[in-house]
């Protein structure tokens, strides 16, 4: 069965460079959310989508933005690096059938801030 | 604000015995759904088992299953027969509106 898919799988950056993550959800998945897992910590909800359009909003810093595009692919974008940015990246896709659904996570993205 | 609370940051758990994980939450919706996840070393998020709130049947995956309690927001992750692969990093997570709340997870060693 296919699943997420998420590129680059590893990424190492300078501080203040740029960064785009970028998610492929599952066929027929219309809803794309964004992770970010620090060290030793739990995912931490930033962003997520539906349908092209923003739905929710978690703990997505000023300096990040994100965007779903009509073929439903999703990218995140991260400016102005910090060092505090190294993290776990990851994109999860749900489909949307009235009810709160299942959340299937991709691999996710390691980000390194150098 | 959601909260989801597991107490136990580690456990373990001899091979082929069964072990139990406990998860409380908060929430003041009727309509949700939990889930548990596994993170192995690998990182990948795993789906491990899911429970409607509405459903007062617990879920039940192969060695994995549920011990739901609406009332008390409990849902506990029983694993029966643990194995060496079910190692890892065990998250419990509510589905509130669109996006998920996880709690902080607890880390399972299992013993040879």
């Known amino acids: 069965a296919a699943g997420v898919i998420q590129s680059p799988r590893h990424l190492i950056k300078e501080k203040r460079e740029t960064a785009t993550l970028k998610c492929y959800p599952i066929?027929?998945?219309?809803?794309v959310y964004w992770y970010q897992q620090g060290p030793g910590q739990d995912p931490q909800f930033l962003i997520s989508f539906y349908e092209k359009m923003q739905s929710d909003k978690g703990s997505i810093p000023d300096r990040f933005s994100a965007q779903q595009f009509s073929d439903y692919h999703s990218e995140l974008n991260m400016s102005s690096l910090e060092l505090g940015d190294s993290a776990l990246y990851f994109c999860a896709s749900s489909p949307w059938t009235g009810r709160r659904e299942t959340q299937y996570f991709g691999p996710g993205t390691r980000l390194l801030v150098l | 604000a959601q909260t989801v609370t597991q107490s136990q940051p580690e456990m373990s758990v001899q091979e082929a015995e069964t072990v139990t994980l406990s998860c409380t939450y908060d929430t003041s919706e009727s309509d949700y759904y939990l889930f548990w996840y596994k993170q192995p070393p690998s990182r990948q998020m795993i789906l491990v088992i899911r429970?409607?709130?509405?459903?007062?049947q617990n879920a039940t995956e192969n060695r994995f299953s549920v011990n739901f309690q609406k009332a008390a927001k409990s849902f506990s992750l029983k694993i029966s027969d643990s194995q060496l692969g079910d190692a890892a990093m065990y998250f419990c997570a509510v589905n509130y509106g669109q996006n998920f709340v996880f709690g902080p997870g607890t880390r399972l060693s299992v013993l040879p």
């Open positions: 066929p027929r998945h219309d809803t």
């Open positions: 429970q409607e709130a509405y459903k007062q």
